[in-house]
Nanobody
């Protein structure tokens, strides 16, 4: 059974930085998209940043210029560099990976907590 695993969350002061990692297991084939979403208490899950294809990224307006996606050559691991963090970035951050092999499916991780507070 394939899975994706997030890491790198934690507590940081406003203005600080964190780097989140997301790794997809080798049993997941032909990943064509990976992305980050977040969910704050009492709010719906929202898009943060995504590789819509491996050559095209999309960022939420609230994080543009502060967050940056990167990936490895194998296209099974990605990172989210988060700079100039704000209290409103506090949420559980989830990673997903989309594949069409053998059928269309989206794998979700368990989430990693990011807390921005002084």
């Amino acid at each position: 059974q394939g899975q994706v695993v997030e890491s790198g969350g934690g507590l940081v002061q406003p203005g600080g930085s964190l780097r989140l990692s997301c790794a997809a297991s080798k049993s997941i084939f032909d990943i064509y998209s990976m992305g980050w979403y977040r969910q704050a208490p009492g709010k719906e899950r929202e898009l943060v940043a995504v590789f819509t294809t491996w050559d095209l990224t999309n960022y939420a307006a609230s994080v543009k210029g502060r967050f940056t996606l990167s990936k490895n050559l194998a296209r099974d691991t990605m990172w989210l560099q988060m700079n100039n963090l704000k209290p409103e970035d506090t949420a559980v951050y989830y990673c997903n990976a989309r594949t069409k092999t053998p059928v269309p499916y989206t794998y979700w991780g368990q989430g990693t907590q990011v807390t921005v507070s002084s």
